[in-house]
């Protein structure tokens, strides 16, 4: 019997329950900048055949091995810690994975090397004798890259390392207190310009000033940097950061920006003349053990680099131009084909069902279900992609995504639940980066379906060059219009009556459970409601115009039969209800 508060402690070393939390563990790997040799991948993919042959890429270039049993526990430590993949600290409130460009050291179009600054941080962070950098107030996420796509998603990291040049000269741009969850934030770049060779010294210059911060300890739930930074704004946290370091960084007038997004997909030429690199798609993050032992055997006899992009997908590199044939061939054999569409093969899913204990929808199958649903109306999606959480923790970016979907529940009046969606628009990575906007809360999944095709094929007709282009010129009653099909609605946000719509119900009025009207009876709310849901009328009242006896309508949880029916008086911010009887 390990008591629980000692289980929470195994954190710090990658494990976190399985769902429910009795039984079995994920076990999460660090890949720093998602880097795994052929023998290592080995070794995960035996411990993976072991754990029901399942491993998952998540979206901060770790592997992920599910089912692991207490027992299992020290032979799996020790088979790690043999193979060199023994780092502590992928989740706790630690410094987690750090991440990169997936293909540095490989890409033509990077800026310069960053071996040593990520090693450097790697090694120090990785190092358990550093204890103080395992006890922050809150997990820190932080990325170093050089890529010119920023295809390592720099925006939305605790402390970002953003590869610049100027005048010539290699160095970082430094961006603090970006991060997702339920309030997320872009991070704010502090307008300094700092060499390699200092990246470790402003790192843990950042972090103590974060951590030395009392007003962390205050509360658990604002305790991550983005908060430090909204206090201080990026000028002063700038200032304060200056003052731990013991050299001047030059000013930066201009922060790097990203060139076009791209994430390294495919077959690309690498700096290395007659090398490429092969970007290959793995649907949803998911790979079998089978699959990854596979892989590893083979990039062990061409001699291959391996590894794991935040897109969740996986890399072969230094595939010499005479082995590209036979390896994408090999490759598809082995299931994973690049005959995949972009939105397929870029779409990300979090963990969640049936692992994540926060999770209340499997994301994982219901991006594949919406993508299946869309491609199979649309066809090609073009350069879309799809963020699918199962919660608002955001792990797969659901705020700066295309299209962003949170997995949520729907509560029908029968006590029975469904999984339903939030949909976000307007979010995006990069040059367009920007926190999206929730449009659309509890709809069903098949109604979600329905509304994307809407929104895809007007985005396709409107001429826009991207779809944040497209969603951003738009207000949330335009794009719930063009959602539903391009009829009319007008939601009057919290302003009148709030409306709710319970269960099979919220199909009258397009699969939105609660809205706002304003009107003086409720009499006058259907009729209002008419206009806004043509044939909603039909489906309340009688021909006699009475309430149906097969719904109640309650206002402020009271039967408006008991009430004055259908003439009760309504003011602003009373609550209607109406519930199948
Ligand atoms: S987004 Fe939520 S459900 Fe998905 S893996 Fe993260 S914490 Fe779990």
């Not at 042959?53 to 992920?64: F, G, K, M, P, V």
């Not at 995504?401 to 990575?429: K, M």
């Not at 207000?475 to 959602?483: A, K, Q, Y």
């Amino acid at each position: 019997e390990v008591p629980e508060e000692d289980l929470v402690r195994l954190q710090w070393y990658g494990l976190y329950h399985d769902k429910p939390r009795i039984g079995t563990f994920v076990l999460r790997i660090k890949l720093p900048g998602g880097r795994i040799t052929p023998e290592q991948l080995k070794v995960v993919g035996e411990l993976a055949r072991r754990f029901n042959n399942y491993a998952e890429l998540t979206s901060r270039q770790d592997i992920q091995l599910h089912y692991v049993r207490l027992e299992d526990v020290p032979s799996v430590f020790e088979t790690l810690r043999g193979a060199g993949l023994f780092r502590p600290g992928p989740c706790g409130d630690t410094v987690r994975n750090i991440t990169s460009c997936a293909v540095a050291g490989l890409d033509r179009d990077e800026l310069f090397s960053i071996e040593g600054s990520l090693r450097e941080l790697t090694d120090f962070f990785s190092d358990p004798s550093h204890r103080d950098y395992f006890d922050l107030p809150r997990k820190f996420k932080i990325s170093l890259s050089a890529c010119p796509y920023h295809c390592n998603h720099p925006e939305l990291h605790d402390l970002a390392f953003v590869g610049a040049l100027r005048e010539g000269r290699a160095g970082f741009a430094v961006w603090v207190g970006g991060g997702l969850s339920s309030t997320p934030r872009i991070a704010r770049p502090l307008g300094i310009f700092i060499p390699p060779d200092r990246v470790l010294e402003v790192a843990l210059a950042v972090l103590d000033l974060w951590r030395e911060d009392p007003e962390n300890r205050k509360s658990f739930v604002k305790a991550r940097i983005k908060y430090l930074v909204d206090r201080l704004g990026a000028e002063g946290f700038r200032e304060r950061l200056l003052e731990r370091l013991s050299f001047q960084p030059e000013p930066l007038e201009r922060e790097p920006e990203q060139i076009r997004r791209d994430f390294h997909e495919g077959v690309r030429p690498q700096k290395e003349e007659g090398l490429y690199y092969i970007g290959f798609p793995v649907p949803v993050g998911r790979l079998s053990g089978d699959q990854l032992l596979r892989i590893a055997d083979f990039a062990l006899e061409e001699n291959l680099e391996i590894r794991i992009s935040q897109r969740q997908n996986l890399i072969l590199g230094n595939v010499p131009e005479e082995r590209l044939e036979d390896t994408v061939d090999f490759m598809k054999k082995v299931g994973l084909s690049l005959n995949l569409s972009r939105t397929r093969a870029l779409s990300t899913a979090c963990t969640s069902d049936p692992f994540c204990n926060y999770s209340v929808g499997s994301a994982k199958e219901i991006l594949t279900e919406i993508i299946d649903y869309l491609e199979g109306e649309l066809g090609d999606l073009g350069d879309v992609i799809i963020g699918c959480d199962g919660c608002p923790h955001a792990c797969a970016h659901h705020w700066l995504s295309d299209i962003g979907l949170q997995a949520t529940h729907i509560r029908h009046p029968d006590g029975s639940i469904e999984t339903g969606l939030n949909v976000i628009l307007g979010g995006g990575y990069g040059r367009l980066a920007g926190v999206g906007r929730i449009v659309l809360k509890r709809a069903t999944v098949e109604d979600t379906k329905v509304y994307l095709k809407n929104l895809l094929s007007a985005y396709r007709k409107s001429g826009k060059e991207t779809i944040q282009e497209f969603v951003r010129e738009l207000s949330d009653e335009d794009l719930l219009r063009v959602m539903r099909g391009g009829e009319v609605v007008t939601v009057t946000e919290e302003k009148g009556v709030r409306v709710r719509m319970m269960g099979p119900l919220t199909r009258l009025t397009g699969g939105l459970s609660e809205l706002w009207v304003e009107a003086g009876t409720v009499r006058e709310l259907i009729d209002k409601l008419e206009v806004l849901y043509p044939g909603v009328k039909n489906r309340l009242l009688k021909e006699d115009g009475e309430i149906k006896s097969a719904i109640n309508v309650f206002v402020n949880e009271e039967d408006v039969k008991y009430l004055k029916g259908l003439d009760t008086e309504l003011k602003e911010g009373d609550e209607v209800q109406f519930i199948l009887a």
